[in-house]
């Protein structure tokens, strides 16, 4: 449960690769030499963020944005283009680096779009650690995509039917107990009493929504005594769909 989230950086053959400037910041990298593989790897497992060197590739960034974006929803893509590439259609998920850039703005970008707040609650998605309060807890990789979809739509009624097909890739619904035990968990996570929720509430028959906490002040921040992690005993795991 310890490994960190990784990026997926989709660049083809380049004298600037970019996969060891974010190892030696602490990143962990997959790499995908193409389109065909960008795709391959999202398939095999959704990454944190996805940066994606235009320039070095052979796949139109429009073509590639929409195979992507069919798998990834939401999640942030930075594309790194030139002069030359322009800014065809966007969405607000994505964003440009152009080139030339010094490494750590590369760097920065990354850390900014994976670091969600809202009111008192943090999340560091790299880490999928939550803190709040001075309590710091790592989730597993289904909590964490759970816990970041709420949060890049707070105040959105969330239906099943999106939740299982954003976390879980599945448009299947004949048994969301799955979805029902995870909410549990990230409640356990970042509600002050789990039993009588005031940040993800329930929307009878439809689904959740999440609510924004209140800030006060830097009590987010302060260092936790203790990393916590929200894990079920094996037994409980049985009939669930798969974690990562």
Do not use: C
């Not at 910041?25 to 944190?48: H, T, Y």
């Not at 996805?50 to 798998?71: A, F, M, N, P």
């Not at 509430?201 to 929200?230: D, K, M, N, Q």
């Amino acid at each position: 449960m310890g490994e960190p989230e990784s990026i997926l950086l989709v660049q083809g053959f380049a004298k600037d690769t970019l996969e060891p400037i974010l190892e030696q910041a602490g990143l962990s990298v997959v790499r995908a030499r193409n389109g065909k593989q960008a795709v391959e790897q999202v398939q095999k497992r959704l990454p944190a963020i996805i940066v994606v060197d235009v320039t070095s590739l052979r796949i139109g960034r429009q073509r590639l944005r929409q195979k992507l974006r069919r798998l990834t929803g939401d999640l942030p893509i930075i594309w790194i283009t030139d002069m030359s590439n322009g800014v065809e259609e966007s969405g607000p998920a994505d964003f440009y680096l152009t080139r030339p850039f010094s490494p750590q703005e590369l760097v920065t970008q990354i850390r900014s779009l994976t670091e969600l707040r809202a009111g008192d609650l943090v999340f560091h998605i790299l880490e999928r650690t939550v803190y709040r309060g001075g309590r710091a807890v790592r989730l597993t990789p289904k909590q964490a995509r759970l816990l970041e979809t709420f949060m890049r739509h707070p105040g959105e009624v969330l239906s099943r039917r999106f939740l299982m097909k954003h976390v879980w890739n599945t448009d299947y619904l004949g048994d969301t107990r799955t979805l029902d035990v995870h909410i549990r968990w990230v409640r356990q996570a970042i509600e002050e009493n789990p039993s009588r929720p005031v940040l993800l509430r329930t929307v009878r028959g439809v689904g959740y929504r999440f609510e924004v906490p209140p800030t006060s002040g830097e009590e987010a921040l302060e260092a936790p005594s203790a990393l916590e992690e929200i894990g079920p005993p094996p037994t409980m795991m049985e009939g669930l769909l798969p974690e990562s």
